[in-house]
Structures are given as C-alpha cells and as structure tokens.
C-alpha cells in the first residue's frame, strides 16, 4: 500500500459528461501528480499542485482543471467527456516539488470509462 | 526537454532465466532515474532509482539496473525471473530544470513457467 487513495477505482458515465476524480496524498506529502494511461499514449503527465497551487502543466486539455484543498487532497474535474477519454487515471504524490532524487508514490488509479 | 525509450513492447523469458528490460534516455544534464512496475488493476510501485554514484543500483523484489552513461540507458536486470514477476514495467527519468517525471510507455514482461 503506497499510502495514495484514489476514489473512486471505477466509473462509468456517458459522453457529454462531468466527473470528479479525487486523490488524496501520503500523510505529509505536499505535491501532487496526475497521470493518464492510456494504451496508446503510455503515461501522460497531466497536471502537478505543490501545496494548493498548481505548479506545473502538462498535457491537460481545457475540459480537464484540477485543485488541491487546504487538507492538500486532490482532484481531477473531467467535463464534456468524450470516447477517447476513457483511460486510467493516476494520482501521486511526493513530500515536496523539485526534489529529483525523490520518488513519487501512485495511488491504485481510476478507471475511467466514457460510453 | 527530456525523454525516455523503452524499445520492447513486450518481454518473454522462461522462469528461471535472466531477464533485461532496456530503457534509455535523453535528457540535457544529469539524468535521475527511476523504475516502477504495475501489476494488473494497480497502482505504479517503485523498484530503484539511480542518482549518483555506483553504476549498479540494487532494489526491490531482487531487481538491479545499471546506469550507463555513453549509452544514456538504464537497464533494469534481474538473474533468476519468477512468474510472479510478470508485470509491466516503466523507466522515468528527472532532471534538473523540468523535474517532473516523465515516463516511457512501459515494457510488459512476460515470465513463462
């Protein structure tokens, strides 16, 4: 168990869509990752929040934000879901932001599935 | 910007056997790498990290991987496969400027019994 909790595992919802995916970090961590696997893509970097604020972008499309609360949990807002969004959605999380020796911790995922 | 290559979709050794997963990399400066594994309907685990130092990093579950420079890899190794070891397997690098971990597409391993 990496301490990373992501709820919910599963979800299911129709093109057109809103959903909330939530994450919340190790007891400590400050920094937050969201990554989407997808068969064809591999693992993308989504978005990362340090302490509240978001701190770096990645391939996030406008239909997706994210926001880290004060208790530092996560989420991830998905809107006008299409097909192709449909992947598995990891959260991890890390003590503090630009440490490079440091390793992030993955939550189990969210799998998403757009219909 | 840097980048990781994981050449093999797939892996298949026989339980018993040494097994390789390759990875290299291109980054601008000195180059932090990691290895994770998944196993179905989980989450990403490390298994090691290079940062500095020795060549041969030691870590979880009995794997190693060794850092060569003038080839910019990061091979993950391990003497004796298991089929419990069956698995996908992802190599990320960090460097300084842009530490956010990027990973490569992964590599499933197959371990036959």
């Known amino acids: 168990d990496s301490g990373v909790t992501q709820t919910p595992k599963h979800l299911i919802t129709a093109t057109g869509q809103r959903v909330t995916l939530r994450c919340s970090p190790r007891s400590g961590d400050l920094s937050v990752y969201w990554y989407q696997q997808s068969l064809d893509q591999g693992l993308q970097f989504l978005i990362q929040y340090y302490n509240g604020e978001e701190r770096a972008k990645g391939n996030i499309l406008e239909r997706f934000s994210a926001q880290q609360f004060p208790d530092l949990h996560s989420e991830l807002n998905l809107s006008s879901l299409e097909l192709g969004d449909s992947a598995l959605y990891f959260c991890?999380?890390?003590?503090?932001?630009?440490?490079?020796?440091?390793?992030?911790?993955f939550g189990q995922g969210t799998r998403l599935t757009v219909v | 910007a840097q980048s990781v290559a994981q050449p093999e979709d797939q892996v298949n050794v026989a339980e018993g056997n040494p097994l390789t997963v390759k990875c290299t990399y291109s980054?601008?400066?000195?180059?932090?790498l990691f290895w994770y594994v998944q196993y179905p309907n989980r989450g990403l685990q490390f298994l090691l990290k290079?940062?500095?130092?020795?060549?041969l990093v030691k870590g979880s579950y009995g794997f190693e991987a060794e850092f060569n420079k003038s080839q910019t890899s990061f091979h993950l190794k391990k003497p004796s496969a298991l089929v419990s070891d069956s698995a996908l397997y992802f190599c990320a690098v960090r460097e300084g400027g842009s530490y956010i971990p990027t990973f490569g597409r992964g590599t499933s391993l197959i371990v036959h019994p």
């Open positions: 991890a999380s890390e003590v503090v932001a630009g440490m490079l020796n440091t390793e992030a911790f």
């Open positions: 290079y940062i500095t130092g020795d060549n």
């Open positions: 980054v601008s400066g000195n180059p932090y």
